[in-house]
């Protein structure tokens, strides 16, 4: 195989936890603010909890705490098994830490591109899935991972769905209240956050 590839880090620090935690929250706020000026979701305009201060829509404070909870777990189940495979571009950092950028672009995206959830919408989100995957990592364990965080991240917003915390519109409700096209977004997510993990020390 010629050259021997250095191992990746699987520690995990303080610093590795609140930087995942920070970008999440900085990530999935920004995605979830496209999503709701868009009307691709809502939240109740009753909720217990506050909204966030200057922005033009209804988001509750929790949201950034949700996102960065998300991304801080799933960094850290990537970080964990990072040497159980070996994605084609793991080790290339300029593409590592475009991967952020790359899926706060796409996430924006599903809320300003509107082809018809349950139609084209879901055809455009899963090539722009398949082909990430293909460019950046074409590991067994690469898709098995998103694939595993597209069913756990579908199914608890399924249930925040249906324990009220927010909603998505009508047109946008089609799998049990959220969109056809979620999981596709959420294996976009594993891809991205599986190679930018791999270049934090």
């Given at each position: 195989?010629?050259?021997?590839?250095?191992?990746?880090?699987?520690?995990?620090?303080?610093?590795?936890?609140?930087?995942?935690?920070?970008?999440?929250?900085?990530?999935?706020?920004?995605?979830?603010?496209?999503?709701v000026?868009t009307?691709?979701?809502?939240?109740?305009?009753?909720?217990p909890?506050?909204?966030?201060?200057?922005?033009?829509v209804l988001?509750?404070?929790?949201?950034?705490?949700?996102f960065?909870?998300?991304?801080?777990l799933?960094?850290?189940?990537h970080?964990?098994?990072?040497?159980?495979y070996?994605?084609?571009m793991?080790?290339?950092?300029?593409i590592?830490?475009?991967?952020?950028?790359?899926?706060?672009?796409?996430?924006?995206?599903?809320g300003?591109?509107?082809?018809?959830?349950?139609?084209?919408?879901?055809v455009?989100?899963?090539?722009?899935?398949?082909?990430?995957?293909?460019?950046?990592d074409?590991?067994?364990?690469?898709?098995?991972?998103?694939?595993?965080?597209a069913?756990?991240?579908?199914?608890?917003?399924?249930?925040?769905?249906?324990?009220?915390?927010?909603?998505?519109l009508?047109?946008?409700?089609?799998?049990?209240?959220?969109?056809?096209?979620?999981?596709?977004?959420?294996m976009?997510?594993?891809?991205?956050?599986?190679?930018?993990?791999?270049?934090?020390?």
């Amino acid at each position: 195989m010629g050259k021997h590839r250095q191992k990746a880090s699987t520690k995990i620090t303080f610093g590795f936890v609140i930087l995942c935690f920070v970008l999440g929250a900085i990530i999935g706020t920004i995605g979830d603010f496209c999503h709701v000026f868009t009307e691709v979701d809502a939240y109740p305009a009753n909720g217990p909890a506050p909204f966030l201060p200057f922005l033009p829509v209804l988001m509750p404070v929790w949201v950034p705490f949700l996102f960065g909870g998300a991304l801080m777990l799933m960094g850290i189940v990537h970080r964990l098994l990072a040497n159980t495979y070996r994605p084609v571009m793991g080790s290339n950092p300029d593409i590592a830490y475009a991967m952020p950028f790359l899926f706060t672009m796409l996430y924006g995206l599903t809320g300003f591109i509107n082809l018809g959830t349950g139609g084209l919408q879901d055809v455009w989100i899963a090539a722009v899935a398949i082909t990430l995957w293909f460019a950046v990592d074409r590991s067994m364990m690469g898709a098995i991972l998103a694939l595993g965080i597209a069913i756990a991240g579908t199914m608890f917003e399924i249930m925040l769905v249906h324990a009220g915390g927010f909603y998505y519109l009508p047109e946008h409700a089609n799998l049990m209240g959220v969109p056809s096209w979620l999981p596709w977004l959420y294996m976009s997510a594993s891809i991205c956050i599986s190679l930018f993990v791999r270049q934090l020390k």
